[in-house]
C-alpha cells in the first residue's frame, strides 16, 4: 500500500520507473511530446500507460494484410472474383480481422465489392505498430476516418444524427449540408464489435 512516507521503496521505485519510461516516450517522439497525467491517476495504471506507449512506439511495422496472409487467409484481389466469391471473401476477411481484434465501422455507404477493394488496396495495406493483442485491446477502422471533404459528406449524409448535423452546422454555418439520406447497405449492424 502506498503512503506518503518518502522511505516507501515500492512507491519511489514505481515513480522512478514511470520517470524513465516518460523520458523514452519523450526520446522516441523525437523530443517533441505533449501529455497530461491526472493527478487522480493510480500509479499502477500510470505505469501500464506509459510502458504500452513505449511498446507502440518501439514495435516493429507491420500491416493488416501481412497478419491476414500469416494467419492462412488468401486475399486475392478484387476483379479476380465473382460477386458472390467477393461477398463470402469478405466475410471471412471481417471475421480473421475481429479474431485478431480489429473492428471496422461505417461501411454502410460501401458496397461489398467497394468495401473489399478499399480494405485491399488501402486499408490493410497501411503500416501499423506489430503489438501483442489481448482482449482487452482493439485496434477500429473507421471508413470515414480520413477526414477528407468526401468522409465528412458521407457522416453528414448517411451516418449523422440531427443533432450531430445541427451541431456541424453551428460550428461550420456555411457548410452546405446534404439531405439525409439512409446508406444504402446495412453490414453495420452485423460487424463484430468489441467487448470491453
Known amino acids: 500500500m502506498a503512503t506518503d512516507d518518502p522511505n516507501d521503496l515500492e512507491r519511489v521505485d514505481r515513480d522512478i520507473r514511470i520517470n524513465e519510461l516518460k523520458h523514452e516516450a519523450e526520446d522516441l517522439a523525437g523530443g517533441e511530446m505533449v501529455a497530461w497525467e491526472s ?37 486475392p484481389a478484387p476483379e479476380a472474383m465473382t460477386d458472390p466469391e467477393l461477398t463470402a471473401k469478405l466475410s471471412e476477411v471481417i471475421d480473421k480481422l475481429a479474431s485478431v481484434r ?19 488496396t488501402d486499408t490493410l495495406r497501411e503500416q501499423i505498430p506489430d503489438l501483442p493483442f489481448d482482449d482487452h485491446s482493439a ?23 440531427e443533432e450531430d448535423r445541427r451541431h456541424w452546422l453551428e460550428q461550420f454555418p456555411d457548410y452546405e449540408m446534404p439531405t439525409h439520406e439512409d446508406p444504402p447497405y446495412a453490414r453495420d449492424e452485423r460487424l463484430p464489435r468489441s467487448e470491453y
Do not use: N
Open 39 to 75: 493527478e487522480e491517476c493510480p500509479p499502477e495504471t500510470a505505469e501500464s500507460f506509459w510502458q504500452r506507449v513505449v511498446d507502440y512506439e518501439k514495435a516493429p511495422l507491420t500491416c493488416h494484410f501481412e497478419q491476414l496472409l500469416e494467419r492462412g487467409v488468401d486475399l
Open 102 to 120: 480489429v473492428f471496422l465501422s461505417q461501411t454502410d455507404h460501401l458496397s461489398d465489392r467497394e468495401l473489399y477493394a478499399h480494405l485491399w
Open 139 to 161: 485496434w477500429h477502422i473507421d471508413m470515414l476516418g480520413g477526414c477528407s471533404e468526401e468522409d465528412i459528406e458521407l457522416q453528414m449524409k448517411h451516418y449523422a444524427d
